[in-house]
């Protein structure tokens, strides 16, 4: 049905969606994970706050999954190659993503303060880890990643752990975090009263407030790091081989697109203008609007980085030739429409359970309801 250069572009396109997906549905519930040892000041408070993400915080992971799953099938060569080289960063988001589900299930089944004071911490763990070192992953891939291919096409990382948390990668997994947390913040204005409402509030001010202001630094930073530009023609329809292609370095480059397609620098405006929309709606105390427009200004800030980069997916450091993109990383043709199907059928399916089950369990958690259901809340 579709040519192999469009779907290319359609998978670009779903990856991107998925990832904005994970962000958004999983990215509030850690979000409020990286708030519950500081909004909530005794037990019962953080238990109220669990209680909001409670029901849905294992759904929401199928966003997470699905999203690493098509980019195993659609782009294997970017699967391959990320997973080589952020090995260790990503064992990292894993070990810390174990603290979500045991101390979810275990945190109130021992009365002690001791104990459930470490699964507070150990929630906080896996909400604010993740969020980080998926920033600081995105601001590698802005700066190009140490690896290449030999003539069999297999791959080769270069670098080091450590010089992930190189300065600017650790601005953009501040800008994450803080995109994050604003979030989480926003959603509990929706699902808390009382003074948890107004700690949510004062939290989802901060953060935004930092969002935008990280945000705008990362992109004067942006501004004058060098980017890639392919400057061989391309083939949209060709098989894929990453190492037919020439790739130049140069300062500024990750602003060309903005240049070329003047519609996109609707991108990063909506970042900003998400952001303000929060901030006004927070202070409006104003918690479904301010979680819609945390929602937009996601969208903006990781659009941004996608269409800056296009049609770089994971740009080399140390041999640009070797970059994947969209037009080099992917699958074949068949593949790729086999799974332009699949998802056609099931993303609906899963946006719509996710509709059903918010509405079905919405409402505010309050401390009352959980001192009524001790033995069964969270």
């Known amino acids: 049905m579709f040519d192999y250069e469009t779907l290319k572009l359609i998978w ?8 904005l997906g994970f962000a958004i549905m999983d990215g509030h519930d850690m979000g409020v994970g990286t708030l519950l040892p500081f909004v909530g000041r005794d037990d019962v408070e953080r ?46 988001v894993l070990w810390a993503l174990f603290f979500r589900p045991v101390g979810f299930d275990y945190r109130s089944k021992i009365s002690h303060p001791l104990w459930r004071q470490t699964w507070d911490w150990g929630l906080f763990v896996g909400g604010a880890v993740p969020p980080l070192i998926f920033g600081v992953a995105f601001g590698n891939l802005l700066q190009g990643v140490p690896f290449h291919f030999d003539d069999v096409l297999m791959s080769y990382y270069t670098g080091t752990f450590w010089q992930l948390l190189n300065p600017f990668a650790l601005l953009a997994g501040l800008v994450s975090t803080a995109m994050i947390t604003a979030h989480g913040a926003s959603y509990l204005m929706i699902r808390t009263e009382g003074v948890l409402f107004e700690r949510a509030r004062k939290a989802a001010l901060f953060f935004a407030v930092l969002m935008l202001l990280l945000f705008a630094v990362a992109g004067v930073w942006v501004a004058n790091l060098k980017g890639y530009v392919i400057s061989s023609p391309v083939d949209g329809n060709a098989l894929p081989n990453p190492l037919d292609k020439t790739v130049v370095v140069e300062n500024g480059a990750w602003l060309r697109n903005y240049s070329v397609y003047p519609w996109a620098k609707l991108v990063p405006a909506l970042g900003f203008l998400g952001g303000g929309l929060m901030l006004a709606a927070a202070a409006a105390r104003r918690g479904t609007l301010a979680f819609v427009a945390s929602s937009l200004a996601m969208l903006g800030v990781i659009g941004t980085a996608g269409v800056s980069m296009f049609p770089f997916v994971m740009p080399s450091s140390t041999s640009p030739n070797s970059s994947l993109t969209v037009w080099d990383s992917v699958s074949s043709h068949l593949t790729l429409e086999l799974m332009f199907w699949a998802t056609l059928i099931f993303l609906p399916l899963i946006i719509f359970y996710t509709s059903w089950a918010y509405r079905v369990m919405s409402g505010k958690v309050t401390v009352e309801y959980v001192r009524a259901n001790d033995k069964s809340a969270y």
């Open 47 to 92: 238990r109220v706050l669990i209680n909001t993400v409670g029901p849905h915080w294992d759904g929401n992971q199928v966003w997470f999954i699905t999203a690493g799953g098509a980019i195993f099938a659609a782009w294997p060569l970017v699967y391959a190659t990320a997973f080589s080289g952020f090995y260790w960063a990503m064992l990292a």
């Open 12 to 19: 670009w396109l779903f990856v991107g969606v998925l990832l």
